[in-house]
């Protein structure tokens, strides 16, 4: 059995840490707190959940187990922290061969996820708040959705600590260091992801990439408006 030091409590670090005490070690877990971290990628009220990556099988693959384990989570921590409300993918155009949800499409379908293809008939019927004028094709993956992510890791640290992980979260050496690339979003009134969505993708230019029929900012748009974009997708 080893002493291992694991730096950094986001997602990674602290499924980690439970994996290795799992398997017998002693896990330290660093971090500067609080946590969940206000900093942290994992910190935020949602992230999509989804096995559509185009043609990348490997990632479609890991996908569809993570989703038998989130799952499997809500039922051992007893709190719905995935929730399976699908994801759609659309488009202005018919997809085509090389299109994001074309090869997903095929792919998903390879690996038997359960799917569905949208025309503007069925946005219109179905989806009444989608332009059925101005989106005409997509992909609805059933089976994906959406995780309360800054709340996983909250559930997550506090089963590190019932597991017996050293958890050192007011380290005061493991400070996250500014860099002039960081600086900003470490400055108090930009502690979250959601303001650096704000910063980044302003509505303006979401919308030029919108009218191009961009593939992924269906989904880039349900990470921004978190669970209200892809609740009831399924309904
Ligand atoms: C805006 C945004 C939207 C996203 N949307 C999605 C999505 O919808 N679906 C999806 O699957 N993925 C999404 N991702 C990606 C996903 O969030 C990240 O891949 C994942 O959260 C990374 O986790 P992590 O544990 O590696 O890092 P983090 O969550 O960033 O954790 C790093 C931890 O390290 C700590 N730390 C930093 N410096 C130090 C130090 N010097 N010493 C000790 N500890 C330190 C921090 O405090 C933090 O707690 C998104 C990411 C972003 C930024």
Redesign the pocket.
């Known amino acids: 059995m080893s002493k291992v030091i694991v ?8 499924t980690a840490g439970i994996e290795l005490k799992k398997r017998g070690h002693n896990v330290v877990l ?4 609080p ?3 206000p ?6 009220i ?4 989804r096995a559509a990556y185009g043609a990348d099988e490997e990632y479609t693959e890991l996908a569809a187990r993570s989703i038998k384990l989130w799952r499997k989570w809500n039922e051992e921590f007893g709190v719905e922290l995935y929730h399976e409300v699908g994801v759609m993918f659309v488009r202005h155009r018919e997809m085509k061969l090389g299109d994001f949800e074309h090869e997903s499409f095929k792919t998903l379908q390879k690996h038997r996820r359960k799917i569905e293809r949208v025309n503007s008939a069925q946005f219109r019927k179905r989806f009444p708040a989608w332009n059925p004028e101005l989106w005409r094709d997509g992909i609805l993956e059933r089976e994906a959705g ?1 995780v309360e ?1 800054g709340l996983v ?1 909250a559930k997550l640290v506090e089963r590190a600590k019932s597991l017996g992980i050293e958890l050192r979260d007011t ?1 005061p050496g ?4 500014p860099t002039p690339r960081n600086a900003q979003s470490l400055s108090p009134k930009k502690k979250t ?1 959601g303001s ?2 704000r910063r980044h993708f302003p509505l303006s230019w979401m919308r030029r990439l919108f009218t191009r029929g961009c593939a992924c900012i269906a ?1 880039r748009t ?2 921004i408006f978190g669970s209200h974009a892809i609740r009831n997708v399924k309904d």
Not at 30 to 33: A, E, I, R, T, Y
Not at 39 to 44: E, G
Not at 46 to 49: F, H
């Open positions: 730096v950094g409590a986001g997602i990674n670090g602290v660093v971090d500067p707190g946590l969940p971290h900093l942290a990628a994992s910190t935020d949602s992230k999509a959940v959406y992510s890791v380290v493991a400070r996250c260091r992801c650096f969505y989904i349900m990470d």
